[in-house]
Structures are given as structure tokens and as C-alpha cells.
T-cell receptor, first 114, second 112 residues
Framework: DTGVSQNPRHKITKRGQNVTFRCDPI?????LYWYRQTLGQGPEFLTYFQNEAQLEKSRLLSDRFSAERPKGSFSTLEIQRTEQGDSAMYLC????????????FGPGTRLTVT | GIQVEQSPPDLILQEGANSTLRCNFS?????LQWFHQNPWGQLINLFY???GTKQNGRLSATTVATERYSLLYISSSQTTDSGVYFCAVSLAGGTSYGKLTFGQGTILTVHP
């Protein structure tokens, strides 16, 4: 299976700790998106990359959040000094730039901050 | 930003029943997608349908872009159809193309 993969699938951390998530997109996809989904809500856009360039960031992405996509392949999302409000499912999606209407989502990383 | 509203928020059906889910959006869009989120959280693409009608097996969707709504029809529902159905849209042009705005979802429960 060459779909979008995310690691870890689950992460439990204590408030104040830093966490990093990884997303591996479908290999030929040059666009990569991060979304966050809290309980009972739809996913909310966080940021996206075209190749290695970060083209847009949501206001939801506070200065404690940083995302990278070195070499335009996998991406990492880091949250520093985690807060309980950061508890959510973090979803990654990828697409071809010319077919961005076909975003394929990974299984997500569920973060619990205690 | 663009607003996306889905109705109903919850829907309970007996197996074999038909249903219609609705998505209203507040602005002109060039991308509208329907997703199914299974109980494990995986989002599955159902339709890319910025306008017109499409069918895929027991599912079909219609978008009337000029009136800013879309409908998802599920016929002869099965227990495996249970989950959350999301409508998501994006605006045309510039660097925002592809950024999806999701509705709140419709939670569908199909009982055997």
C-alpha cells in the first residue's frame, strides 16, 4: 500500500513537553497538507506545502507549532510546550498540485495531552 | 472565511433505508468533496463534485453551485455506511487553492 502514512498513530504526553509527528505522502504528490480535528468537529486546515515551500499557514498555527518539509518529501509537525487544548487528531493529506481536489488523507495521529 | 453547514447533524437509519445529507456553503467554490470518516478516523474520498451529479454504486451526489448547496444520497443503507460524512470546499485561485474548509459533519448510524 503506497497511501499516506503517519507516525506515530497515538501519542500521550504531559503538558509542557514537545512532540513531533511525521507524515509520508504518496510518493509522486507534491502538495502536502496538515489539518487538526477536535472531538465532534470537522478537520481544520493548519498549513500546506508545495514541494518544500510552505505556502500558507492558518491563524490556528500558533508560534508553538512549526512544520517542515525538507527536500519536498516527508513532513514533520512539531508542537512545543504542549497544552491540553492541543489534544486532537492531526491529519495529513497529499495531492498533486494540478489535482488538489483529490486530497488523500492519512490515518492521523491522535495526541492526548495530560 | 467561507462557511460550510451540514444537515442533519445526526441520522439514525434501519438497514435498507435511503437518506439524503445536505451541505450549504456561503461562497462560490471550485472544489467540493464529500468524505466518509470511518470509526477509526480514516477519511475516505467519496466524490469530487463542484457541480452536477455523480453516482458511485449506492451513493450519488448533486451540487447546485449557483444555489450553493450539495446533496449526498445513500440508498439501501448498510451497517458499514455508519460513520461521519463530511462536506469540504475550497476557493479558486492563488495559493489558497486546495485548502479545504470542512463542515461539522453528519453522524450516520445504520442499525441492522
Amino acid at each position: 500500500d503506497t497511501g499516506v502514512s503517519q507516525n506515530p498513530r497515538h501519542k500521550i504526553t504531559k503538558r509542557g513537553q514537545n512532540v513531533t509527528f511525521r507524515c509520508d505522502p504518496i510518493s509522486e504528490h507534491n502538495r502536502l497538507y496538515w489539518y487538526r480535528q477536535t472531538l465532534g468537529q470537522g478537520p481544520e486546515f493548519l498549513t500546506y506545502f508545495q514541494n518544500e515551500a510552505q505556502l500558507e499557514k492558518s491563524r490556528l498555527l500558533s508560534d508553538r507549532f512549526s512544520a517542515e518539509r525538507p527536500k519536498g518529501s516527508f513532513s514533520t509537525l512539531e508542537i512545543q510546550r504542549t497544552e491540553q487544548g492541543d489534544s486532537a487528531m492531526y491529519l495529513c493529506a497529499s495531492s498533486l498540485a494540478m489535482r488538489s481536489y483529490e486530497q488523500y488523507f492519512g490515518p492521523g495521529t491522535r495526541l492526548t495531552v495530560t | 472565511g467561507i462557511q460550510v453547514e451540514q444537515s442533519p447533524p445526526d441520522l439514525i437509519l434501519q438497514e435498507g433505508a435511503n437518506s439524503t445529507l445536505r451541505c450549504n456553503f456561503s461562497d462560490s467554490v471550485n472544489n467540493l468533496q464529500w468524505f466518509h470518516q470511518n470509526p477509526w478516523g480514516q477519511l475516505i474520498n467519496l466524490f469530487y463534485i463542484p457541480s452536477g451529479t455523480k453516482q458511485n454504486g449506492r451513493l450519488s451526489a448533486t451540487t447546485v453551485a449557483t444555489e450553493r448547496y450539495s446533496l449526498l444520497y445513500i440508498s439501501s443503507s448498510q451497517t458499514t455506511d455508519s460513520g461521519v460524512y463530511f462536506c469540504a470546499v475550497s476557493l479558486a485561485g492563488g495559493t489558497s487553492y486546495g485548502k479545504l474548509t470542512f463542515g461539522q459533519g453528519t453522524i450516520l448510524t445504520v442499525h441492522p
